[in-house]
């Protein structure tokens, strides 16, 4: 069997029993085959999670006491860049090559996972039962999950009376916060940890709360929509649709194919980006604790409210719109953009869209979108300036010679297509985002209940313990 010889060459299922090195390779053989024979997610889950466990036992047994890398004295100034200090199951990120789910590219997902009938683009459905399984859906299953979250997706009365006496000078990331926090009060995990369940537990109770709060996510980001830029008048679920198609309608554009066509698209792409990200390590850091997921996903939430986050892909239509009203035209000279980029950088500030902790080259889900954007809006004018923007401003941060990535992460383009198709209002950006983000942050949250993963509490220095750690060294 060559995938259990390959396995056993990678030194991961030596140390496991026979009998689990079999389950182990029939899922990694499922994995590639894409397929699996049950129909629920959940009954899916639970075949797995022994598995799991006993291949994390393994590797600990085999590795636990070997480094993983080096901890320097700038990684520990230097927001704790390229510590390797945290386990992520969903997503990896290579400083290249971008982004993989479970192993698949970005296009590679565009190319196996799921589509609506009549459809280009993989449903959000199909991205996250990869994240939570590792093997790609069949169709019905995913038809499944769209069900089962349309069945879920109510909220209560007292959420949507929250929400309404917002007042809409109120950022709609914080509105959007506030919301799932009082969705708390629904929370399965928090009930069932009061009545004292058994650890072992801790993962179903998770998975439902997780189930929960995706599926009403659309309804808390719809009627903040409604509320801040409407008449606050919001129709209700479709239970015959996918959750990208009842996110557009929500926001008054499901009658545009392209456009629910593309929140499709967005949903699956700004899901996951392995654990270190602001969002993704506050909602697993918080988890961590046992918090519940609305407590940890609010978490989340609001670190991608942060400009130098999730808020950017705000900033830069912002930011583009302002250069345009400057210069008083889309249509201008690369010399002119160059200079206006100079202008932004000496005043001492960041060019929004541009850089990455991680990744060293243009970002793949920057690039999808582009891909998009080609296809179905080639002559909208913001488009065609953020294409420029592309060939100008790496060579000016190169040229600055501060940033370690010149080239454009996501949010450089996330912004545009939405405008696009009328959703002007740059402000509600990052909702989605916030939506999107929920399928990466609570599969992984399921994981960590699953592996009992326990609660985090690195070690923390003064500056003048550090100087004492050096004292009379070179
Ligand atoms: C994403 C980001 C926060 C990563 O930060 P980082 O890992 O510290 O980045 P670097 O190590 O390359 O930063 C080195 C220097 O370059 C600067 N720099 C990085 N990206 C920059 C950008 N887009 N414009 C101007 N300067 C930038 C940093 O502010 C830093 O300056 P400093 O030494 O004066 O503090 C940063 O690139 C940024 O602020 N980008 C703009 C905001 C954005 O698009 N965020 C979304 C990220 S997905």
């Not at 996972?113 to 995913?142: I, K, M, N, Y």
């Not at 004018?381 to 501060?402: A, C, D, H, R, W």
């Not at 923390?460 to 750690?469: P, R």
Request: charged share 20%.
């Amino acid at each position: 069997m060559a995938s259990l010889r390959t396995l056993r060459a990678f030194n991961l299922v030596s140390a496991l029993p026979r009998a689990h090195q079999r389950s182990l390779v029939s899922s990694f053989v499922a994995a590639k085959r894409f397929k699996s024979t049950t129909q629920g997610l959940k009954e899916r889950l639970s075949e797995l999670i022994p598995a799991k466990q006993e291949e994390v036992k393994a590797v600990k047994k085999a590795h636990g006491s070997k480094p993983l890398g080096e901890v320097t004295v700038d990684m520990a100034y230097g927001g704790m860049r390229g510590i390797k200090g945290m386990i992520w199951e969903g997503s990896v990120l290579d400083a290249e090559e971008g982004i993989r789910f479970r192993g698949l590219t970005i296009p590679e997902c565009q190319k196996v996972l799921p589509a609506a009938e009549g459809g280009d683009e993989p449903l959000p459905e199909s991205l996250f039962w990869l994240l939570v399984t590792g093997e790609v859906p069949s169709p019905e299953q995913v038809k499944l999950l769209s069900a089962e979250w349309a069945a879920r997706s109510a909220i209560p009365s007292f959420v949507e009376e929250l929400i309404d006496r917002c007042p809409s000078t109120l950022h709609p990331m914080s509105q959007f916060s506030l919301a799932v926090t009082a969705l708390q009060h629904e929370s399965q995990f928090a009930k069932a940890y009061q009545q004292g369940i058994h650890k072992s537990k801790y993962w179903e109770y998770t998975y439902e709360d997780s189930m929960d709060l995706i599926a009403k996510l659309p309804n808390i980001a719809g009627r903040i929509y409604r509320n801040v830029y409407k008449d606050g008048k919001l129709p209700a679920i479709n239970p015959n649709l996918d959750y990208g198609a009842n996110l557009a309608n929500l926001l008054d554009f499901g009658d545009k194919k392209q456009f629910v066509e593309l929140m499709r698209l967005y949903l699956t792409i700004h899901s996951d980006h392995e654990g270190g990200n602001v969002s993704a390590h506050a909602t697993h850091l918080v988890g961590s604790a046992l918090s519940d997921p609305y407590l940890s996903f609010a978490a989340g939430l609001n670190g991608l409210a942060g400009p130098l986050h999730g808020l950017a892909n705000q900033e830069v239509l912002r930011w583009t719109m302002k250069m345009r009203d400057e210069l008083g035209s889309a249509e201008v000279s690369d010399e002119t953009i160059k200079e206006y980029v100079w202008k932004t950088l000496r005043s001492g500030q960041v060019v929004p869209g541009y850089g990455h902790a991680v990744l060293r080259k243009t970002d793949p889900r920057y690039t999808c979108q582009r891909e998009f954007a080609l296809k179905h809006l080639p002559t909208d004018p913001m488009f065609k300036l953020v294409s420029q923007l592309y060939n100008i401003v790496p060579g000016v941060l190169t040229e600055q010679g501060k940033t370690k990535n010149p080239w454009p992460n996501v949010d450089a383009h996330s912004g545009v297509l939405p405008q696009h198709y009328g959703l002007v209002e740059q402000d509600y950006y990052t909702v989605l985002f916030g939506v999107s983000r929920s399928l990466g942050v609570l599969s992984q949250l399921i994981w960590d209940r699953a592996l009992g993963m326990p609660l985090e509490r690195p070690k923390s220095l003064s500056t003048q313990i550090v100087k004492k750690m050096f004292e009379g060294k070179n």
